[in-house]
């Protein structure tokens, strides 16, 4: 493999990190509103996205071990230490590319946090509502696995509150 073939393998991978931004945006989007019917859907999709960035990762690590051997290293170099080496127009663009990819992964942590918040959020304010329902425990086992029975005492909500 070449270094064009590497570049073309990066552009994917850039590609799909901006998928996997914007399901995570749609995620939050779902979350923030509480259309949590539509969770699972978004939580797969993003699974079905970083299950392809896996694969691409291992094609990467194949390219770039095929052109550090044209280049004559004994090992794989990282991006960072690929651009130095190289000369001309390659130069700038694995710079450019590890630029991208550096970006494109700070806003999906970012992102990723905030749904967590969410989800944590959510998780909270369900067992709070459960708490003001009755007995009510959303917890369906106990700590050492053994399904538990519940009495569910649920009590009418005044909906002038």
Do not use: C
Not at 49 to 67: C, I, N, P, Y
Not at 96 to 122: M, P, S, V, Y
Not at 147 to 161: D, I, K, P, R
């Amino acid at each position: 493999m070449s270094l064009s073939d590497v570049s073309n393998i990066l552009w994917r991978e850039r590609q799909l990190l901006e998928l996997l931004l914007f399901k995570l945006e749609e995620e939050q989007m779902i979350l923030a509103g509480g259309r949590t019917r539509w969770l699972p859907h978004a939580t797969r999709e993003v699974e079905t996205v970083l299950g392809e960035l896996k694969r691409l990762e291992l094609d990467r690590a194949l390219a770039l071990d095929s052109a550090s051997a044209e280049l004559g290293l004994t090992e794989a170099p990282t991006l960072k230490r690929l651009a130095q080496l190289v000369t001309g127009p390659w130069r700038r663009i694995f710079e450019d590319h590890r630029a991208a990819l550096l970006e494109l992964a700070q806003e999906i942590d970012t992102l990723a946090q905030t749904n967590r918040d969410l989800l944590g959020r959510g998780h909270q304010a369900t067992r709070e509502a459960l708490r003001v329902l009755g007995d009510a425990t959303p917890d369906t086992y106990s700590a050492d696995g053994v399904a538990t029975a519940h009495t569910v005492n649920l009590g009418l909500v005044n909906e002038a509150m």
